[in-house]
């Protein structure tokens, strides 16, 4: 089956790359203003002003604390604005709070403007150093790493918000895509009834709804197919009899035999349609009872004793549980005369293996044949499908045998798969689902 991909699953998902795309156009465009904000507010007049007013203020302030600074003075000072002032000067130093580093302490990022201050920050405080004569006046404002874990929570919680409700809006958008996926999956595994709901009018919608129509339309092609081919099939059989029949009549003349062959595989083929067409309709379901799949497929197996290169079987003694055994042995012997059919008369024998697990039964028919090319192998159960196309006396058939297997297996809740390796070999693996486990004796 194609995997077209899941929309949502994996980091090869649109959904996965348009989100990324999203993330990081964020944070670009977040980056880019905000830089391009930040220089501009570097370079701003207002902060320029700003940075001499506060020279201003903080000279007034010295000017107020007076000759030698007060103490007293500068802690009222800070407990009226928040702002804590440390003065040193030879031999001695006195903070308004204990915990303020000293001007030796404070070595990063200092910036000495023109109006004598020196200015930086030391985690997370902005502070500004001014001198007079040997004295030093050091000014620290707020805390600025708490409000800074504050804000960056805030912000985190913001774009948290931010991007899971665009997630949420995106994979909305996309739904319809994972829907169409498992669609095209569900109608390339032949399930034609399959809709693919319509939620949107936006270009995903009309796409789903053309492809809603597509599949109803091949619906339709295929039912006429098959009408075609099961009023085909009815028409050809009376004439067949009758043909039968005739042959009877016929003695001995050249070409007698041929024309007895040809009518035989003509039958074959309108009861393999009109078969296939009775477990399509419903009508004519299986007719199961209680039986030794082991004994069947030995039975069968002891009709080709003769052919070469023969058949070995490996299986338990008895595997009984209900199934229908006319049908079954269609789909098995079809299966088998298939492997006969591919392996040269001095190859390998074909091998049937039946075995059981806890929930299955297995028939697996495994040849030493050619195999089946990779691309063909999905190919091979479709009804009048055959590899190789010029029908040759040697490999006979139609190309319904397969097909007919397949919708027996079905029609029994089972399945039947292949496994075939170009140039070594291929085998068939009839799964038969037991009801119930415990009946399979
Ligand atoms: P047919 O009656 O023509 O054999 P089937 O439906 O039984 O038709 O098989 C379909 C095609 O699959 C055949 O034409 C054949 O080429 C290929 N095939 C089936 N079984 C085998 C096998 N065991 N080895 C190689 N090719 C196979």
């Known amino acids: 089956m194609a995997d077209t991909g899941r929309v949502f699953g994996g980091h090869r998902s649109i959904f996965f790359k348009l989100f990324l795309i999203y993330v990081v156009t964020t944070v670009a465009l977040v980056a880019a203003v905000g830089g391009y904000g930040r220089m501009v507010l570097r370079n701003d007049d207002l902060r320029q002003t700003r940075t001499r007013l506060l020279a201003h203020s903080l000279r007034a302030i010295i000017e107020e604390l007076g000759q030698p600074p ?14 804590q002032v440390r003065v040193e000067e030879p031999g001695s130093s006195w903070a308004t709070d204990d915990r303020l580093p000293d001007s030796a302490a404070l070595k990063d990022a200092h910036v000495h403007n023109d109006l004598g201050m020196v200015m930086g920050h030391d985690r997370g405080r902005r502070f500004v150093i001014l001198e007079q004569g040997e004295r030093r006046f050091l000014f620290f404002f707020g805390d600025k790493s708490r409000f800074e874990a504050e804000h960056l929570a805030v912000i985190i919680v913001l774009i948290g918000l931010i991007l899971g409700t665009s997630y949420v809006v995106v994979r909305r958008l996309f739904r319809p895509l994972d829907w169409l996926g498992h669609g095209v ?11 693919v709901p319509v939620r949107s009018r936006d270009e995903l919608g009309r796409l789903t709804v053309a492809l809603n129509d597509m599949v109803t339309r091949i619906r339709a092609m295929l039912q006429a197919r098959d009408r075609l081919l099961l009023d085909v099939s009815h028409e050809l059989r009376t004439p067949l009899t009758r043909m039968k029949v005739a042959l009877e009549f016929i003695k001995d003349e050249p070409g007698r035999n041929t024309i007895q062959q040809e009518v035989r595989e003509l039958e074959a083929m309108v009861t393999e349609l009109l078969e296939s067409e009775r477990l399509n309709s419903g009508y004519g379901g299986l ?27 490996d299986a338990p003694a008895s595997l009984t549980f209900a199934l229908d055994q006319h049908r079954a042995t269609m789909a098995i012997r079809n299966v088998v005369e298939n492997a006969l059919k591919h392996t040269a008369p001095d190859g390998e024998p074909v091998e049937i293996r039946i075995e059981k697990t806890s929930h299955i039964v297995r028939v697996s028919v495994h040849d030493h044949g050619p195999g089946i090319p990779r691309e063909e192998q999905g190919l091979i159960f479709e009804p009048f499908y055959r590899v190789d196309k ?52």
């Open 287 to 313: 007719q199961k009872q209680e039986t030794d799949l082991v004994a069947v497929i030995r039975t069968l197996a002891d009709v080709y004793r003769t052919q070469k290169p023969g058949i070995r079987i």
């Open 185 to 195: 999956e569900e109608i390339a595994a032949g399930n034609l009834a399959h809709q």
């Open 390 to 441: 010029s029908r040759t006396r040697a490999t006979g058939g139609y190309g319904l045998g397969l097909s007919l297997a397949k919708k027996i297996m079905i029609a029994h809740g089972g399945d039947i798969l292949v496994d075939s390796q170009p140039g070594l070999g291929t085998t068939f693996s009839l799964i038969f689902p037991p009801c119930d486990p415990l009946a399979v004796r």
């Open 70 to 83: 007060d103490r007293s003075r500068a802690v009222q000072l800070a407990q009226e604005t928040g702002m």
